[in-house]
């Protein structure tokens, strides 16, 4: 029987039939996988719990023919549990999970974007830090490790040294005011230095920033995540707050 084990990370999960699921997964050796488990719904399952959104598991797959199914769900991290008790951590998963699964394809063994989700969303779930900083954090690392590495010390264009006060997501960063294609916005030196601070996970300087300022910081990694992954983030929308 054609089998494989991995460790993966449950990236969401939808309806299939009466007592099953469709799991989305990003996996550490075998990139992202979408694999049915069965009964899951019945409340007799064995891993039911084990499979919901968040979740760190061992698992079992069984190689089929469209979807792989999974046999068996060890649990290695319960994340979900206490990422969902709170909306602003939900929402920053949501974010995450999103961008994983965007990011990563099927049979794109990527360990560091595995491990880089697993620790933030362990982050997220002992609330280390403001919801909103993991996911912008985690966002920013995880686009750097894919090749789109945002430039904030020299003009993302010309390579002239900064610093310079205008952003754009569309050319990869700060740019001077020569290279700033008309209508680009001036952002102010902390925040670009606090957009910084979430890419270096310099931790001390983000947990001392406001609301409002995180805000700021999190207005530009949004513009820069949803340029470069092309994808609209239903997530970010209110930086994980209730209308």
């Known amino acids: ?5 991995d460790d993966a990370v449950v990236l969401r999960t939808q309806k299939l039939g009466e007592a099953d699921r469709i799991l989305t997964l990003l996996t550490r050796q075998h990139g992202s996988v979408r694999a049915v488990a069965k009964g899951v719904r019945r ?5 039911g719990a084990r499979v919901e959104p968040f979740m ?7 190689i089929g023919r469209s979807l792989d199914i999974v046999q068996q769900v060890d649990q290695v991290g319960t994340y979900g549990a206490d990422i969902v008790r709170d909306y602003a951590a939900y929402s920053a998963a949501s974010a995450m999970a999103e961008a994983a699964e965007r990011i990563v394809g099927e049979g794109d063994a990527q360990p560091q974007q595995f491990f880089l989700l697993v620790g933030a969303l362990r982050s997220l779930a002992r609330g280390e830090h403001a919801p909103q900083a993991t996911r912008d954090s985690y966002l920013l690392r995880a686009l750097a490790i894919a090749g789109w590495s945002l430039q904030l010390d020299a003009c993302a264009r010309c390579g002239e040294a900064g610093p310079h006060e205008r952003f754009s997501a569309q050319l990869g960063g700060v740019v001077c005011a020569h290279c700033a294609p008309a209508g680009t916005p ?3 030196a902390d925040t670009i230095e606090l957009v ?4 270096a996970g310099e931790w001390a300087v983000v947990d001392a920033a406001t609301d409002q300022d995180l805000d700021r910081a999190g207005a530009l990694v949004a513009a820069y995540a949803q340029f470069h992954l092309e994808r ?3 997530s ?3 930086n994980g707050r209730r209308p």
């Open 43 to 47: 409340t007799s399952s064995r891993f």
């Open 186 to 188: 001036r952002v102010s």
């Open 56 to 62: 760190a598991v061992d698992a079992q797959f069984y």
């Open 196 to 199: 910084g601070s979430l890419l």
């Open 1 to 5: 029987m054609p089998t494989y084990r």
């Open 232 to 234: 609209t983030f239903r």
């Open 236 to 238: 970010l929308g209110s």
